[in-house]
């Protein structure tokens, strides 16, 4: 650790949780985890798992601070966006003020079928913070292929929404076989986002990557909030492949 402090001091709050504990969080200083695009939800998620004490991050993202980022991603200042730092770069240099124990490895590149092995090569789990449809289901291919868990986290408008695939037999494409086109799917860039929807896709996304590490597996369901009205709704793998008249996954065994 770092000028003396101990994980008994510094994580002392997660020892008294049973969810945790002394061991569990042993197992997360020890684990590897990997965001793909840490804009709006996936800052949030990065700064999450390295508080809770995640030992080691590798974040991808190949865009540069704007302006117009920073009333909902966190981790960025005004300043990232006067020198359009590159977001992978600006979260590493935060998050190695806020919880230096932490190691970062960014990657300023956009994640393609040429750099994916090299670059996901020994992480534990994989966190979505991408806006890019074609790199999800990149993401998910990889992951059922190598057997590496992940976790799908979206925020639009309003509205946020999560899903653990954590099994060979309920991945995004037993839901979805194929991407959807970019034209029919609604974009911060059209209809905006609200900043508490991207908050409560990045916590429950990491909640979700925390009980993944420690072993603690949740329930495959799609999760939907509108934070705006405060509802929730809860789909399952078979619900979702019903409503899309999917009956075998072209990936996993589903």
């Known amino acids: 650790m770092t000028d003396n402090i101990t994980p008994d001091i510094l994580f002392s709050r997660h020892y008294l949780l049973p969810e945790i504990g002394q061991d569990g969080q042993a197992r997360l200083l020890r684990s590897h985890a990997a965001v793909v695009g840490v804009g709006a939800v996936g800052s949030r998620i990065v700064e999450l798992l390295a508080r809770t004490g995640v030992g080691r991050l590798t974040l991808i993202d190949y865009d540069v601070v704007e302006y117009s980022n920073l009333p909902r991603q966190t981790l960025y200042t005004w300043s990232d966006a006067v020198e359009s730092t590159p977001k992978a770069e600006a979260a590493r240099r935060q998050i190695n003020t806020i919880m230096p124990t932490c190691q970062?490895?960014?990657?300023?590149?956009?994640l393609e079928?040429?750099?994916?092995d090299s670059i996901l090569k020994g992480v534990d789990i994989v966190a979505d913070g991408t806006d890019d449809i074609h790199t999800r289901y990149r993401i998910n291919d990889w992951c059922i292929k190598n057997q590496v868990p992940w976790v799908y986290a979206g925020a639009v408008g309003t509205k946020a929404s999560v899903f653990p695939v954590i099994s060979q037999n309920a991945c995004l494409r037993c839901a979805f076989p194929n991407p959807p086109e970019k034209q029919d799917l609604p974009t911060a860039a059209d209809v905006g986002v609200l900043a508490a929807a991207t908050a409560i896709a990045g916590a429950r996304s990491s909640t979700l990557v925390l009980r993944i590490l420690l072993n603690d597996m949740p329930d495959p369901l799609w999760e939907n909030w509108d934070v705006w009205f405060g509802t929730k709704a809860s789909l399952t793998i078979d619900q979702?492949?019903?409503?899309?008249?999917?009956?075998?996954?072209?990936?996993c065994s589903g």
């Open 104 to 110: 970062v490895f960014p990657h300023v590149v956009k």
């Open 113 to 116: 079928d040429s750099n994916i």
């Open 240 to 251: 979702l492949r019903k409503a899309h008249g999917n009956t075998v996954c072209p990936v």
